[in-house]
């Protein structure tokens, strides 16, 4: 018995001393290791990297921009479904132990002894894995795992259960089923692997999710879809005997198919990548790259998705038109057919994505009569290349325009083209080719600077250059209607007459004499100022600016952005300075909006990762919008501040004039949509540039054609030939369900019949007879031969011997 004693004794007195000394390790152990450990109150203010989401009009998403995919979720939000699987996925105990789960380490220790080492299994809880990886790296040494482990029961000490989670679900790994940044955070995988949102998943979905933190790659659901649907599988089963769902639900799920089908953006965002582009550029520059690609901003454009479709449709076929008639320029490049795996070979070549319906194709034959194509393979959301093999047919209708007589004259087998399908039932397809010219359309709201659509080019695939706000080009004559507003601000009237006579001037000593001509080369003689604009004469606009003074006309262009310094050169009033159709577009909407300045936008509002505006472009303040009761709501009246650059009564004279243009002048291609509009063609020199810029009474539209390298379109080419046609399909598409509203005349403006060639007034019904807007006092009085400023008499404005300013003699009230 005393012996049993000492025994028991000395156990216990060992017992003690090791456990002093273990306690004493330990101790070192977590001293050693806590000197240097990461500040883990910094997840207090958390704030991880969120994708930035740009919204078109309509809310529909545009383009996100991210270095990690993802979307930041508060618990509360996130359906107990979800929490339910990750926790039996991941940790079942969470709620239940203090960051560390000794029934976890137990079993992860029995089941790697069992295994004999060939598959390690971990046992790192949740607040581990947090731990890691925001904290701590991912090396595989024992030293960070006490590193991990003492960060754990800390944080379970100062967070709550729900933060730790909250975290955990935010920035987990979860892949990616697609291209593109990974998904991080159960919301943006929901939208990326099933274009969901977290709330409306089922209960396989929310397992497949909890199935890809351990390995993603490992459970790729088009790659590896059978270990995939395994461990999918495997969570249902977990969630099942955890209590989460029943056993009949949970065998329901999992004999359910892996069903992903990875997000894609709507139609207009394929159209619009000029647009998003352009709100990335100006995004990177208001907030930096870094909150672009890590802030999580929402951000409200202006763009109509409805619009942004019409536009390009308007553009492409008036750039396909023009190049077509000038003939095909041969094949894209050729393939070898001869082993017979075209199909392989044509699903390297890289194809335009936005060019749709239009598809790459290759010829596996040609005779005179069709031409058999194969069309290149599509590719799965995977990314994998479908192997099954497409062809069509190209008849001698499908190649009518090319004006050869015989397909095999046009196509060879092995050559690599466009092909548009017309009849996809007997499988007829029309040949297309890239069009060598580009160009741009922009369309606006003239009241608010609002840009509802952007087309920058033929391809954004093929080329990012934006040519509606980088290209600089020639307006051409597209740039009178300043001229002649200059003038009508300063004195004219619409029926002032103007010669439109030869016109030459005196460069300086050894500069030559400058002769500007007509169009047509022909003078009409005394004619109305309205005529000259509507008829597009050069040498009317000459002699005007002229007289008025080209220093001032250089103000007028600045006033309304077209030029930040135009140089006062007599050239410019023809247009041969250089602007951008953005620009041109913004001027010509403070015609049509009474003369208020705007400033275009893409952008309504910019919202930060917590729903704050930080930026709204509407500026006007509502007075009265925050009564503090609704007895106290008076009617909200919006405080316009914008400067006023034009009188809005020359305005609405310049509105009435570029209407006649349509009606009767150079845009009369116009006339054929039946609803009020207004505009005006421009041409610059050699015809290497064409322009139409117009507007309706609500939408103003700017277009422009041209060669990249700047080169003639051709001998006698206008803009009312090539750029007319493009600014009326869009407008007939854009106004078809729109009322025929007339354009708004402002008070003071009065309207009175006179005679289109003199100006003079005129009897109603008379031939010839329009109505014409004048300001107060300035209407022509019976039978009165008007004076060039409108009934009064100005002195000349001085001038120097290279026109700059300059007028001819003004003082008689003659004829200029």
């Known amino acids: 018995?005393?012996?049993?004693?000492?025994?028991?004794?000395?156990?216990?007195?060992?017992?003690?001393?090791?456990?002093?000394?273990?306690?004493?390790?330990?101790?070192?152990?977590?001293?050693?290791?806590?000197?240097?450990?990461?500040?883990?109150?910094?997840?207090?203010?958390?704030?991880?990297?969120?994708?930035?989401r740009v919204h078109a009009g309509d809310g529909a998403i545009l383009a996100e921009y991210s270095r990690e995919r993802r979307l930041f979720l508060p618990i509360q939000a996130i359906p107990p479904l979800v929490v339910a699987a990750f926790l039996s996925a991941e940790d079942k105990n969470f709620y239940k132990h203090g960051g560390v789960d000794p029934e976890g380490v137990a079993r992860a220790a029995v089941n790697n002894l069992r295994s004999g080492g060939r598959r390690q299994q971990g046992a790192s809880t949740i607040t581990q894995q947090v731990a890691k990886n925001f904290l701590l790296t991912n090396e595989q040494t024992y030293e960070r795992k006490i590193k991990e482990l003492i960060l754990s029961l800390r944080m379970e000490s100062v967070y709550s259960k729900d933060r730790i989670l909250e975290l955990y679900l935010n920035e987990i790994y979860l892949g990616t089923a697609g291209g593109g940044p990974g998904n991080y955070g159960v919301a943006a995988a929901a939208l990326n692997y099933f274009g969901k949102s977290v709330n409306e998943l089922t209960l396989p979905e929310a397992a497949y999710l909890a199935a890809l933190p351990k390995a993603p790659t490992n459970y790729?659901?088009?790659?590896?879809?059978?270990?995939?649907?395994e461990r999918r599988n495997w969570v249902i089963d977990r969630m099942v005997e955890n209590g989460y769902v029943s056993r009949a639900d949970g065998d329901k799920a999992k004999a359910s198919p892996?069903?992903?089908?990875?997000?894609?953006?709507?139609?207009?965002?394929?159209?619009?990548?000029?647009?998003?582009?352009?709100v990335r550029r100006e995004l990177a520059e208001r907030y930096g790259e870094k909150e672009l690609y890590e802030g999580g901003l929402?951000?409200?454009?202006?763009?109509?998705?409805?619009?942004?479709?019409?536009?390009?449709?308007?553009l492409v076929d008036g750039l396909v038109r023009y190049d077509e008639s000038h003939g095909w320029r041969g094949a894209q490049q050729r393939i070898d057919l001869a082993s017979g795996e075209w199909g392989e070979a044509l699903a390297q070549i890289k194809s335009f994505g936005d060019v749709k319906p239009w598809q790459l194709a290759v010829v596996l034959t040609a005779d005179a009569q069709k031409a058999t194509i194969g069309l290149q393979p599509r590719r799965e959301a995977s990314g994998a290349v479908n192997t099954e093999r497409r062809t069509g047919v190209i008849g001698l209708d499908g190649i009518r325009w090319t004006r050869k007589g015989r397909v095999n004259a046009a196509l060879q087998p092995g050559d690599v083209i466009y092909a548009e399908p017309v009849d996809s039932r007997s499988g007829q397809f029309r040949l297309r080719q890239i069009p060598e010219i580009s160009g741009a359309l922009v369309a606006m709201d003239p009241n608010t600077g609002r840009v509802f659509a952007m087309v920058g080019g033929f391809s954004f695939d093929q080329s990012e250059f934006n040519r509606a706000t980088q290209a600089w080009r020639q307006p051409g004559s597209s740039f009178k209607p300043f001229v002649y507003a200059t003038a009508l601000d300063n004195g004219y009237t619409p029926s002032s007459i103007v010669v439109d006579g030869a016109f030459e001037l005196d460069q300086g000593p050894g500069l030559g004499v400058w002769r500007p001509e007509n169009y047509n080369r022909k003078f009409a003689g005394p004619r109305t100022l309205r005529y000259g604009i509507e008829q597009s004469k050069n040498l009317m606009t000459v002699r005007l600016a002229h007289d008025v003074g080209m220093p001032l006309v250089s103000e007028y262009a600045k006033r309304f952005g077209v030029y930040d310094d135009m140089p006062q050169l007599l050239s410019m009033a023809l247009g041969a300075g250089e602007t951008t159709v953005l620009r041109?577009?913004?001027?010509?909407?403070?015609?049509?909006?009474?003369?208020?300045?705007?400033?275009?936008?893409?952008?309504?509002?910019?919202?930060?990762?917590?729903?704050?505006?930080?930026?709204?472009?509407?500026?006007?303040?509502?007075?009265?919008?925050?009564?503090?009761a609704w007895s106290d709501q008076r009617e909200p009246t919006l405080?316009?501040?914008?400067?006023?650059?034009?009188?809005?009564?020359?305005?609405?004279?310049?509105?009435?004039?570029?209407?006649?243009?349509?009606?009767?002048?150079?845009?009369?291609?116009?006339?054929?949509?039946?609803?009020?509009?207004?505009?005006?063609?421009?041409?610059?020199?050699?015809?290497?540039?064409?322009?139409?810029?117009?507007?309706?009474?609500?939408?103003?539209?700017?277009?422009?054609?041209?060669?990249?390298?700047?080169?003639?379109?051709?001998?006698?080419?206008?803009?009312?030939?090539?750029?007319?046609?493009?600014?009326?399909?869009?407008?007939?598409?854009?106004?078809?369900?729109?009322?025929?509203?007339?354009?708004?005349?402002?008070?003071?403006?009065?309207?009175?019949?006179?005679?289109?060639?003199?100006?003079?007034?005129?009897?109603?019904?008379?031939?010839?007879?329009?109505?014409?807007?004048?300001?107060?006092?300035?209407?022509?009085p019976d039978g009165y031969a008007m004076a060039a400023n409108g009934g009064e008499t100005t002195g000349a404005v001085p001038g120097d011997s290279a026109g700059r300013g300059g007028g001819v003699g003004a003082g008689t009230g003659g004829l200029y």
Not at 25 to 36: C, K, L, P, T
Not at 585 to 593: E, K
Request: with cysteine; aromatic share 10%.
């Open 1 to 52: 018995m005393r012996l049993i004693l000492r025994f028991i004794g000395f156990a216990f007195t060992a017992g003690a001393i090791l456990f002093l000394i273990g306690a004493g390790v330990v101790g070192y152990v977590f001293h050693h290791y806590s000197r240097d450990l990461p500040d883990y109150t910094q997840l207090a203010d958390y704030e991880p990297m969120v994708t930035t």
């Open 584 to 628: 041109m577009t913004t001027a010509y909407s403070m015609f049509v909006n009474g003369g208020r300045r705007i400033k275009p936008t893409l952008i309504d509002r910019i919202q930060d990762r917590w729903g704050k505006t930080v930026y709204r472009h509407d500026e006007r303040q509502c007075v009265s919008c925050n009564a503090d």
């Open 220 to 229: 790729h659901p088009f790659r590896q879809r059978e270990a995939a649907i």
């Open 298 to 314: 929402s951000v409200r454009t202006t763009l109509d998705p409805t619009m942004q479709v019409m536009a390009r449709k308007a």
């Open 639 to 780: 405080v316009d501040k914008r400067e006023q650059v034009l009188d809005p009564l020359t305005a609405y004279q310049i509105v009435s004039i570029l209407e006649g243009a349509v009606q009767r002048g150079t845009g009369t291609v116009v006339k054929s949509v039946g609803k009020p509009l207004a505009g005006k063609t421009g041409t610059s020199n050699d015809a290497k540039d064409v322009w139409f810029v117009g507007f309706s009474p609500d939408l103003a539209v700017g277009v422009f054609l041209g060669y990249d390298k700047p080169r003639s379109l051709g001998g006698r080419v206008s803009a009312g030939v090539l750029a007319a046609p493009i600014f009326r399909d869009f407008m007939t598409m854009a106004l078809k369900d729109k009322p025929a509203t007339p354009f708004r005349v402002p008070p003071g403006i009065k309207l009175i019949q006179v005679d289109a060639h003199s100006g003079q007034r005129s009897s109603g019904g008379s031939k010839g007879t329009i109505l014409e807007a004048f300001k107060p006092g300035t209407a022509p």
């Open 258 to 278: 892996l069903d992903v089908s990875p997000r894609s953006l709507p139609e207009s965002s394929a159209v619009a990548g000029f647009f998003t582009e352009e």
